[in-house]
């Protein structure tokens, strides 16, 4: 029995409240006025939706393809387009599991973290076969992380919800040439959770979301918690740090 169905049905459920709230439907009116693809739409979750019809490959490629265009000025289609390709990602997720001899739930992680992450590159483009672009990136990339993992440090930030007990490995650091924060941030967040300024879980949900810009969505699905509670364990961590660090993280953007 694999974490699979559970993290990707808790990311779908999550999704779909969100998305099904009767607040999206200005959005929704709006993409159906830009997009042909979404006419007609009157929620965010109906362009899903649309995105799901099997009875028609082209229109659902289409409205997949119209909301990645506009997920590059628009946050909640980046939201209705990730939502759109759970079941992909999913099945990549399933294949990864049985084949590599890792736990399920680190594959589950990041395949839904490396989808998100094609979505975001992909936002304001267009693209055809936009579900096999995103689920064969995530795929290539959790495969290529599985087979370099034996080569990988550690992560010292446990991979718990602050209750101790947790387990490494859940957020790898980046190298300091590696695009994301420098050498100095990484130290200066080790130093803030040696001195206990936040517990280690709180560090490494910050540098989940910051650094890596994985959405409070993938890491509550994973943990099993509400994304407005990783929201706000973001948020008071971040105070904590700012005080610590004297605004060297000033300027952030909010937890997505």
Same mark, same amino acid.
């Not at 979750?45 to 490959?57: E, G, H, K, L, Q």
């Not at 290539?140 to 930030?157: E, G, I, K």
């Not at 300024?197 to 943990?223: L, Y």
């Given at each position: 029995m ?14 779909? $409240? ?7 439907? *200005?959005? %929704? /009116? &709006? ?6 693809? =979404? !006419? #007609? ?13 099997r ?34 990602l999913?099945s ?8 590599? $001899? ?7 992680? *990041?395949? %839904? /973290? &490396? ?6 590159v =992909? !936002? #304001?483009s267009s693209?055809e ?64 959770? *040696? ?6 879980a ?17 890491v509550?699905?994973r ?10 364990q973001?948020?008071?961590?971040e ?15 909010a937890?997505?």
């Amino acid at each position: 029995m694999t974490s699979t169905a559970d993290l990707f049905t808790r990311l779908s459920a999550d999704l779909a $409240r969100r998305l099904s709230s009767p607040r999206t439907a *200005a959005s %929704a /009116a &709006a993409w159906a006025a830009e997009e042909p693809a =979404l !006419a #007609g739409i009157t929620r965010a979750v109906d362009a899903v939706t649309r995105c799901a019809d099997r009875n028609d490959a082209v229109a659902s490629r289409a409205a997949l393809t119209a909301l990645l265009r506009l997920a590059g000025a628009e946050p909640l289609a980046a939201d209705a387009a990730l939502a759109a390709v759970v079941p992909a990602l999913r099945s990549v997720a399933g294949r990864l599991c049985r084949v590599w $001899r890792q736990e399920p739930a680190e594959i589950d992680q *990041a395949v %839904a /973290a &490396a989808g998100w992450e094609r979505i975001v590159v =992909l !936002a #304001g483009s267009s693209v055809e076969w936009p579900d096999r672009v995103i689920a064969g990136a995530a795929r290539d990339a959790v495969r290529a992380q599985l087979r370099a993992a034996s080569r990988r440090p550690t992560d010292p930030f446990p991979d718990d919800d602050g209750g101790g007990g947790g387990r490494g490995g859940g957020v790898p650091i980046p190298a300091a040439d590696s695009g994301h924060w420098g050498a100095e941030a990484r130290d200066l967040f080790r130093c803030a959770v *040696a001195d206990g300024v936040v517990s280690p879980a709180s560090a490494g949900v910050v540098w989940e979301v910051r650094a890596f810009g994985t959405p409070a969505v993938v890491v509550a699905a994973r943990t099993g918690r509400q994304p407005a509670a990783i929201r706000k364990q973001c948020r008071r961590a971040e105070r904590a740090l700012r005080a610590h660090l004297e605004g060297g993280l000033a300027g952030l953007p909010a937890a997505s």
